[in-house]
């Protein structure tokens, strides 16, 4: 069953617009609080509900027999075969309400080969017994069929399900539909069809994607590389004086490695093998702005989604989503820096499994950094975030004497408002990455509650749910032949090199 629900072949619906969210001009961060403002207007506890045993995929299996009762809601995915077509989708949702369920994640697709009805695939919040009502209402109105898919539950790593492999980033492509051109008229290619029909041929490649693949190279277009050339410019004038040493020293390795320059846009495969070789990054082609939780998911495995579209040519200096101009030279030459790489990895293993509130602190923590941060450099103020780096305006604005400029503070900053209709008001500055990324451990140690701790196994890409001391025994195991290497390294340093004498050892 799992893999016929090839999610990321699926037309991607918004939970957040579904949801009635008053404006598509969000991002990252709204949409983390979104989220979260739906599912506490929605929540309720009910007394009665039926357990469904695990592992049952079929409807008529799952509530046949003798079911215990429980108090919890729990959430199941479920796939509904829409028997009154994408039409009837609203129906299907009033259902789920009547019976006092909660849509935590909604997508649709097309007919699949021999069926000719739409799917939608939807994540329930729903007590057992209404589950049963809802399904069998589902029947007697004529809107659908259907099937419960999974369970979300893992035993002893609580509710939320996340990806443990690097192939299940294929089950965590869910993206907004925020700014989206064919739906945003604010969207400078709003109106120009020619744009939007090259936008979706080229998010194509995302849709299609698969874990392990080497991604399709996009055939540019002169016009779209002139874009390119025209912020690529602009940003190695600026780049002296506004950008980060990590930042500059990236982009001219990119530019010696991999090609970089005004004349060409990069494609993402040749610039996902070089991240592989600097800093065990590697790029997913995505088709847009993802949700919060399965962006952050990602990076958890060092991967970067990485949209491949160029914005539209009427504004080069900016787009309202995420395009490769700003992914190439906003993030890439970062990501490359393995400092900032493993900081990176460190936002995305913290995400995993917490909840809703944990993943818009983390979402906005990501924004101030990540995306918007400043460092210093010496006497001088230098930004590190993406969203400056390749952004001629904000980048200039944020080292002007405009913006106030705060000392970064995990607590402050995971809580801060932002703007992302405008330049930010407030940027968080930090005395370099090392004291980014320690104040962020430290922020994640004492904040960040999940009923489980993991560990990132790096040769078989996965993470490791520590569920007993026997599981962390085997993981000091598979570390001691690591630091035995380290020891003796550093016994030939002092005893025979001599380096005795600068180097202290507790
Ligand atoms: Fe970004």
């Not at 490791?464 to 390294?489: G, M």
Request: include cysteine; hydrophobic fraction near 40%; proline fraction near 5%.
């Amino acid at each position: 069953m799992n893999s016929a629900l090839s999610r990321a072949r699926f037309a991607i619906k918004s939970y957040s617009v579904d949801q009635g969210y008053p404006s598509r001009r969000r991002s990252l961060v709204d949409d983390a609080k979104f989220e979260t403002q739906k599912k506490r207007e929605l929540s309720m506890v009910l007394n009665e509900s039926i357990e469904v045993p695990a592992g049952l995929e079929l409807i008529n299996e799952v509530f046949s027999g003798d079911l215990p009762k429980t108090d919890a809601r729990p959430s199941t995915h479920v796939v509904v075969t829409l028997k009154k077509g994408v039409e009837g989708l609203g129906q299907v949702l009033n259902l789920v309400e009547t019976h006092r369920g909660h849509v935590a994640h909604l997508e649709t697709r097309q007919p699949q080969a021999g069926c000719v009805h739409y799917e939608a695939f939807l994540t329930l919040e729903m007590q057992r017994l209404d589950l049963l009502e809802f399904t069998k209402s589902l029947t007697l109105e004529g809107l659908g069929d259907l099937r419960i898919v999974k369970e979300i539950s893992a035993a002893g790593a609580g509710d939320i399900w996340f990806p443990s492999h690097i192939t299940d980033l294929d089950f965590c492509t869910h993206v907004l539909t925020k700014f989206e051109p064919d739906l945003d008229s604010d969207h400078p290619g709003f109106n120009d069809i020619a744009y939007r029909a090259r936008r979706k041929k080229i998010a194509e490649v995302a849709f299609d994607y698969k874990e392990g693949q080497l991604i399709p190279d996009a055939d540019y277009t002169p016009d779209e590389v002139k874009t390119w050339g025209i912020v690529y410019t602009e940003v190695k004038r600026l780049a002296p004086t506004h950008s980060c040493a990590e930042f500059n020293r990236g982009l001219e390795i990119l530019e010696q490695e991999v090609g970089y320059g005004p004349h060409a846009i990069p494609q993402l495969q040749a610039v996902s093998d070089f991240l592989k070789r600097k800093s065990g990054f590697r790029l997913r082609p995505a088709s847009g702005l993802l949700t919060a939780r399965d962006f952050l998911a990602s990076l958890a495995f060092r991967v970067f989604q990485c949209t491949q579209y160029v914005r539209h040519p009427s504004n080069p200096d900016h787009s309202p989503e995420p395009d490769c101009i700003h992914e190439l030279i906003g993030h890439i030459p970062m990501f490359a820096n393995p400092q900032f790489a493993e900081f990176s990895q460190d936002i995305g293993l913290a995400s995993l499994g917490v909840s809703d509130e944990d993943i818009e602190k983390l979402a906005t923590l990501y924004w101030f950094t990540v995306e918007f941060g400043l460092c210093k450099e010496g006497s001088n103020i230098r930004a590190y975030g993406a969203g400056l780096l390749s952004s001629i305006g904000e980048i200039q604005h944020a080292l002007s004497s405009k913006p106030s400029v705060l000392p970064f503070d995990p607590e402050t900053t995971a809580v801060q408002k932002y703007q992302d209709q405008d330049y930010q008001p407030t940027y968080f500055l930090a005395e370099s990455f090392l004291d980014v990324q320690a104040k962020f451990r430290d922020y994640v140690q004492k904040n960040i509650r999940r009923p489980f701790s993991i560990l990132y196994d790096p040769y078989i890409n996965s993470v490791i749910i520590l569920t007993s001391p026997q599981e962390v025994c085997k993981a000091i195991d598979k570390l001691q032949s690591q630091i035995s290497a380290l020891y003796l390294a550093m016994q030939d340093f002092i005893f025979t090199k001599g380096f005795m004498k600068t180097i202290q050892i507790d």
